[in-house]
């Protein structure tokens, strides 16, 4: 217990929302990248098909200093395709906030669901919030938001940090803007200095995390220029075809630590194939398709997803597994 302690006090401290170069050092800390698209390549941002970016990466007046009054971003009015895509948008953003800042005070977490809000909406990052929250997740040193990759999920959540940081969230997705940080796209603890501090535009310090945009012209080729595309893909690692090694490669199965599971749609039966003809309760249509729920999970939440939802599974003439109950 002590030892998670203390790797939960390390990867705070070392929170960022940008990928580690690991061949950085102090000296190169200190040197601008050259041009805007090396440095969307060497954020792990390669966006080859954009347009407008300027030929160099040059300051502008306003990068000389934090200037003293910073533009709000515009109100994020989520228009979710779906009621699942609005609730694994809350899933995902609550994540970000929860992880990234959970002993950060308001203003601090209010500043990072700002900035996934405001990545969102920036053509160099996906234009869902999942996808931005959950981006190079796959890759140890590629993820945009280090709690997804540095093995952070897999302890207990702590549950009044977890309902604090998810009415955080609503309140971002349901419009509130947190106007200090304005067009932040990125930010790291004050115990740190990136590689890439010194080629963005420091805004300035909320709590402990220190936040930047885009510098000088860039900010206008890319802040605020996408929509938000109103569809939530699903945060599991792609190179993963099992659902339950999916689950576990991403989040704790908080099964046994008061996990929650939702169904979205009717609640029945669902008899396996081989089950004896005197227990099918169930319609033969859902009888033959037993795998055909899909179940996502987002920050710790199992969803279902289809009609039905499993309420048990009856084989041979048991029942097994535990009931549900509508979402």
Not at 38 to 53: E, R
Request: hydrophobic fraction near 45%.
């Amino acid at each position: 217990m002590i030892e998670r302690g203390f790797l939960g006090l390390a990867l705070l401290v070392t929170s960022s929302c940008a990928p580690h170069r690991e061949a950085a050092t102090a000296g190169a800390q200190a040197q601008p990248v050259a041009s805007p698209r090396q440095l969307l390549h060497a954020l792990a941002l390669d966006t080859p098909g954009l347009a407008g970016l300027p030929a160099t990466l040059r300051a502008s007046v306003a990068d000389e200093a934090a200037p003293a009054f910073v533009q709000a971003a515009p109100a994020f009015l989520a228009q979710a395709q779906s009621q699942d895509d609005a609730a694994r948008a809350a899933d995902c953003l609550t994540a970000a906030v929860y992880y990234e800042a959970r002993s950060e005070p308001l203003d601090g977490q209010r500043a990072v669901a700002q900035v996934v809000l405001n990545r969102v909406r920036d053509r160099a990052f996906p234009h869902s919030v999942c996808g931005v929250v959950f981006q190079g997740s796959q890759r140890r040193t590629g993820c945009q938001f280090s709690f997804t990759c540095d093995g952070s999920m897999a302890y207990r959540r702590d549950p009044a940090a977890w309902q604090r940081a998810r009415a955080v969230a609503e309140a971002a997705l349901a419009g509130s803007v947190y106007a200090p940080i304005g067009a932040a796209t990125f930010y790291h603890t004050n115990a740190i200095l990136p590689w890439w501090a010194s080629s963005l535009a420091r805004i300035g310090a909320v709590g402990a995390h220190i936040f930047y945009r885009w510098r000088g012209a860039m900010e206008g080729a890319l802040s605020f220029r996408a929509a938000y595309a109103g569809v939530e893909p699903l945060p599991l690692q792609p190179d993963v075809t099992d659902a339950a090694a999916q689950t576990a490669a991403l989040y704790r199965d908080s099964g046994a630590d008061g996990g929650v599971t939702v169904h979205r749609g009717q609640v029945a039966a669902i008899v396996r194939p081989d089950a004896p003809a005197a227990t099918a309760t169930a319609p033969a249509a859902i009888a033959n398709a037993v795998a055909a729920p899909r179940i996502t999970v987002a920050a710790g939440v199992r969803v279902h997803l289809g009609s039905v939802a499993p309420q048990r599974f009856v084989t041979a003439g048991a029942t097994v597994g535990e009931e549900t109950d509508p979402g």
